[in-house]
C-alpha cells in the first residue's frame, strides 16, 4: 500500500535550483518563535511547526543564522552555520529539531552534529541522501513494507538530511509513538519503487542513522 500525507507546510525557495542551493530544515514540535537569516537579511520568521526554506546566498551572506524563543521571550538557541559561499558548490543543507524542554541539535553537510539536545529526550532518526537521486523518506509502521512517504517539504534531496522523532509532525500525523515499531526507507518516485532499510520493523528504542547511498543501498548506524 502507497499512502502519502500532505500537512500545511511553509515551503520557500525554486526546486529548479534544488541541487546548487543552501537549505534548511527546522522541525519546530512546540510552535517556538523562530528567526532564519541569510547573512543580516531576514528570510522567514513565524512559529511554523516544521518548514522548509531552500535558496541561492547572495554575497555577502557567508552565513545562515537561526534564533529560537520561547513564549516568554527567552533565547533558546542562537546558531550560525556557514552559508555555500564559502567554497561548497554542493551547497550547504541543515536540518534542525528544537524544543524548550528537550534541547535542540543541528546537523548538516557543512558541519559537525551539534547541539544540547538532552539524553532523556525522544529518540531522533536522521535520514540523509548521500545519493544522486531525490527522493522522499519513508516509514513503515508496526508492520514491515507497509510503507508511507513523508512528501510534505518536497523532495529529500542530494546531500540533505531530515530529523524525526515521536515529537515531531510527521511522525505524529502517522501514529509513531514512543517503543512503536518502524522500518525506515526511501521513496524513489522516478521508480515508483521504496528502497528498505532492513526487511523488518523495529523499536525505536536508540538513535539512529539512515543513508541513502550513492548505489541506492541503505545502511544503518
Known amino acids: 500500500m502507497k ?3 500532505f500537512l500545511p507546510v511553509a515551503i520557500l525557495g525554486s526546486f529548479s535550483s534544488l541541487a546548487m542551493a543552501d537549505s534548511f530544515n527546522l522541525e519546530n514540535p512546540e510552535g517556538l518563535h523562530y528567526q532564519l537569516k541569510y547573512g543580516q537579511t531576514v528570510v522567514k520568521e513565524g512559529k511554523d511547526t516544521r518548514f522548509y ?13 537561526i534564533s529560537v524563543k520561547d513564549e516568554n521571550g527567552t533565547s533558546i538557541t ?8 564559502h567554497g561548497n558548490s554542493q551547497g550547504c543543507n541543515y536540518s534542525m529539531i528544537v524544543t524548550s524542554h528537550h534541547g535542540w541539535r543541528i546537523t548538516g553537510n557543512c558541519i559537525e552534529t551539534e547541539g544540547n539536545y538532552k539524553p532523556d529526550a525522544p529518540h531522533i532518526y536522521t535520514l540523509e541522501n548521500n545519493s544522486k537521486k531525490k527522493v522522499y523518506p519513508a516509514f513503515s509502521v508496526d508492520k514491515a513494507n507497509n510503507f508511507a512517504s513523508d512528501s510534505v517539504l518536497g523532495y529529500l534531496n542530494p ?7 515521536v515529537s515531531t509532525d510527521y511522525w505524529k500525523a502517522t501514529s509513531v509513538k514512543d517503543h512503536s515499531m518502524i522500518q525506515v526507507g526511501f521513496y524513489n518516485p522516478f521508480t515508483t519503487k521504496y528502497i528498505p532499510c532492513g526487511d523488518k520493523t523495529e523499536e525505536i528504542d536508540k538513535e539512529r542513522i539512515f543513508t541513502l547511498n550513492e548505489d541506492l543501498t541503505c545502511s544503518i548506524k
Open 78 to 85: 542562537e546558531k550560525s552555520v556557514p552559508s555555500s559561499l
Open 53 to 65: 526554506d531552500s535558496r541561492n546566498p547572495v554575497s555577502p551572506q557567508e552565513s545562515i543564522s
Open 159 to 165: 546531500h540533505e538530511k531530515r530529523l524525526y522523532s
Open 3 to 5: 499512502l502519502n500525507i
